[in-house]
T-cell receptor, first 112, second 112 residues
Framework: AQTVTQSQPEMSVQEAETVTLSCTYD???????LFWYKQPPSRQMILVIR??????QNATENRFSVNFQKAAKSFSLKISDSQLGDAAMYFC?????????FGAGTILRVKS | NAGVTQTPKFQVLKTGQSMTLQCAQD?????MYWYRQDPGMGLRLIYY???????DKGEVPNGYNVSRLNKREFSLRLESAAPSQTSVYFC???????????FGSGTQLSVL
């Protein structure tokens, strides 16, 4: 069975600093996709970044980047130059059979 | 461009009452999904529909039924609501989930 684990229920970061959110997963597939979704207080779900498992290069989207370690089944999200608008719940997700399984989420608080 | 539209946004039920959550998408997607979000548990898949006329159980289908009325609409029914079904419910759709999953704005359901 596919599972996603986010071991940090809550994280805090000072504005302009860098924070890393952790995610581990389990799957028997060799080819799959991983995602980070952001959920601000509005409850809207926003795709932050996507990683294809067969690509060795880590995905980057502006201030957001991932550290993908396939052998360790680890997929962490790094947010650089944190902004107040980054405060949200962040979900790690794993694709299987055209569905997504989500982790429990990490609440990110940004201090000014 | 509405995307995924869910109704209602809020609902309070008494134990044993029934209700249907409505979802419609205007992006001509084949796949539609119902998730529930609970604190500390992330989003869990209730049911999904890979195409018009097909539905399949997800991780937590007990107590729910679904109908894929046509390509646009995918409804979720609670036949006899229980307090354990108090949650935020999200409908989502995609053509190919590895590209992006499009979410509705959610329904906050409380069962007393």
């Amino acid at each position: 069975a596919q599972t996603v684990t986010q071991s940090q229920p809550e994280m805090s970061v000072q504005e302009a600093e860098t924070v890393t959110l952790s995610c581990t997963y389990d799957t028997s597939e060799s080819d799959y996709y991983l995602f980070w979704y952001k959920q601000p207080p509005s409850r809207q779900m926003i795709l932050v970044i996507r990683q294809e498992a067969y690509k060795q290069q880590n995905a980057t989207e502006n201030r957001f980047s991932v550290n993908f370690q396939k052998a360790a089944k680890s997929f962490s999200l790094k947010i650089s130059d944190s902004q107040l608008g980054d405060a949200a719940m962040y979900f790690c997700a794993l694709e299987y059979g055209n569905k997504l399984v989500f982790g429990a989420g990490t609440i990110l608080r940004v201090k000014s | 461009n509405a995307g995924v539209t869910q109704t209602p946004k809020f609902q309070v039920l008494k134990t044993g009452q029934s209700m249907t959550l409505q979802c419609a998408q205007d992006m001509n997607h084949n796949s539609m999904y119902w998730y529930r979000q609970d604190p500390g548990m992330g989003l869990r898949l209730i049911y999904y529909s890979a195409s018009e006329g097909t539905t399949d159980k997800g991780e937590v289908p007990n107590g729910y039924n679904v109908s894929r009325l046509n390509k646009r609409e995918f409804s979720l029914r609670l036949e006899s609501a229980a307090p354990s079904q108090t949650s935020v419910y999200f409908c989502a759709s995609s053509e190919v989930v590895i590209e992006k999953l499009f979410f509705g704005s959610g329904t906050q359901l409380s069962v007393l």
